[in-house]
């Protein structure tokens, strides 16, 4: 049961990264284009003020203007919330595994770094707790009270992984991979982007993306070929004068068999994001620098 936990998470986190930049939509954006056309043209007939629906944005212009914004941003910090079921099936036998996560996640643009801190909690099967600094100088994790020094091929890695996925830019330009799916609305301060996303093409849009993030590995990969993706259901939420991102949710659910068990997950990804330009930097503390490992 830890093996299948394990491998799914690490393939459900590249997933759930990864899902939150696939909202692009044509019909979306044309529903959106013909509302604002709408509402104009009533503005011109009537030579009143446009009414709060012609602010609304269509697809493409919200992408644009959100990844425009975001592109300025020097850091932000991420709150994220992770919530699984699995469910594993053999024969008469049948185990359920509930696994909830939080992360915290403070990120500066240049030079290129990151802390963040993640609490996983796995029922019966105990708790995890990492604490982590990925900066030039190297990765440093701590775990079970312990600091350790990952390779430096490994920082490198990750870097390039990074800079090519992690900010919230670069999830709006993966937003463009999707068509005819996606649709904005306005809800209160926001504009907010969302997609219902099924059928076959999810697998292969998912490994695509997991391409370009540098997020693919063997082990996942092999997992990610084995899923049958029913169902990823996605919104994306900025604010309405900044266009700056504030929350995104991902929702999956999917099965899988293999090696004669019959393998479900229902997952959940809730992320919030705050203090814009807040963080001067992210520096090692000099206890990590001294006793890891």
Known sequence: MK???AALLGAILVLGITACGKEKAADGGEANGAANGSANQAVAETGTNAPAEAAVPTVDEMIQKATEASEKLKSF?????????????QGDQKQEQKVDMTMKIDMVKDPLAMYQIM??????????NVEQYITQEGIYSKMNGAWVKLPDETRDELLAS???SAS??????????????????EEGDEF?????????????????LMSQSGGENEQTAAMLEQMDIKNIKISYAVNKETFLPSKSTVAMAMNMDVEGQSVSLDMTMDSTISKYDEIDK????????????
């Open 77 to 89: 910090s991420m709150d994220a919330k992770v919530n699984q079921n699995i469910v594993i099936a």
């Open 119 to 128: 609490d996983m909690n796995m029922g019966e099967q105990g708790s995890q």
């Open 168 to 185: 919230p830019e670069a999830q709006l330009k993966q937003f463009k991979s999707i068509a005819n799916e996606a649709k904005v609305v």
């Open 3 to 5: 093996k299948w936990t």
């Open 282 to 293: 992210i520096e090692i503390p000099q206890e990590a620098l001294d006793s890891a490992q």
């Open 162 to 164: 990074m800079e090519q």
């Open 192 to 208: 907010v982007l969302s997609a219902d996303l099924s059928g076959d093409g999810l697998k292969e849009l998912a490994k695509s």
